[in-house]
């Protein structure tokens, strides 16, 4: 039975998660997330999506986005998904599915909420363990984002906190 397709909103943020196949490992050297990376870099300017905050875990990646166009959502992680499958098939000699079914999308409301978004998922190592201050961790978008390194792949994240009357 084909799943119901989904739809996004103009100009609203999304927290997209993607997880590998059976939980496996979707990155098991530096130069995957090089490549991932660079895939969401060239995907976003392709398919117009802003890119606010991003973690690249062992087993699955955690991105927070916007776009002024909701149905370019799809497709901007269509193009991730299918060139990260296949460069890690051809690298790794594997054949079928990296993914674990579609990505799962969650909307975030713009404020005070989407930076705690952007928190919440540079937090993502710190929760799990794997180190104990989310600057240590390379494959997040912390240090950039606090102005601490420049890889040129976030968009400025533009937030209005205050309340009109």
Known sequence: MPKASRTFIDFACYHIMV???QQQNIFLEDPDRQK???LLKKSKKTHKILLYAYCLMSNHTHILIEAPSGKNIS???HWVNRGYTAYFNHKYKKT???WQGRFKSKPIIKGQYLINAATYIENNPVRAGI???PEIYTW???RERCLLSRKHILDQLNVDCSFNS
Request: charge should be positive; aromatic fraction near 16%.
């Open 19 to 21: 997880r590998g196949n």
């Open 36 to 38: 991932y990376l660079s």
């Open 75 to 77: 497709k901007f992680m």
């Open 96 to 98: 079928g599915h990296l």
């Open 131 to 133: 180190v104990n201050d």
């Open 140 to 142: 997040s978008s912390y």
